[in-house]
């Protein structure tokens, strides 16, 4: 079993950076590949990034590319997303999830284990 606690979340202007974290416990996570996603009100999930356990592989959703950063600290089962150049429309609850597997996914059906969420919300 695998336990992941978001944090980090909280209220920014447009503009602004975040940087979420994710700690795992419960079982080492260095072959586990590690995702974030993102629930807006009234939408569905939606992938925001990924990265493989050894971390040459990383992808990420199309409106966050090039705003957002993965990346992860396996000594210590962190992982972390830097987001930057905040809009209204990244206001969400952002979560944490782990997958049993080599690569990086976009699909939320590969990830095995989930937190509970950390809220964003970008005020224009």
């Known amino acids: 079993q695998v336990q992941l606690v978001e944090s980090g979340g909280g209220t920014v202007q447009a503009g602004d950076s975040l940087t979420l974290s994710c700690a795992a416990s419960g079982h080492t996570l260095r072959t586990y590949a590690m995702g974030w996603f993102r629930q807006a009100p009234g939408k569905n999930r939606a992938f925001v990034a990924a990265?493989?356990?050894?971390?040459?592989?990383?992808v990420y959703g199309t409106s966050v590319r090039g705003r957002f950063t993965i990346s992860r600290e396996k000594r210590e089962n962190m992982v972390y997303l830097q987001l930057d150049s905040l809009t209204p429309e990244d206001t969400a609850v952002y979560y944490c999830?782990?997958?049993?597997?080599?690569?990086?996914?976009?699909?939320?059906?590969?990830?095995?284990?989930w937190g509970q969420g950390t809220q964003v919300t970008v005020s224009a």
């Open positions: 999830a782990a997958a049993d597997a080599d690569f990086a996914s976009s699909g939320d059906y590969e990830y095995d284990y």
């Open positions: 990265i493989s356990w050894h971390g040459s592989n990383i």
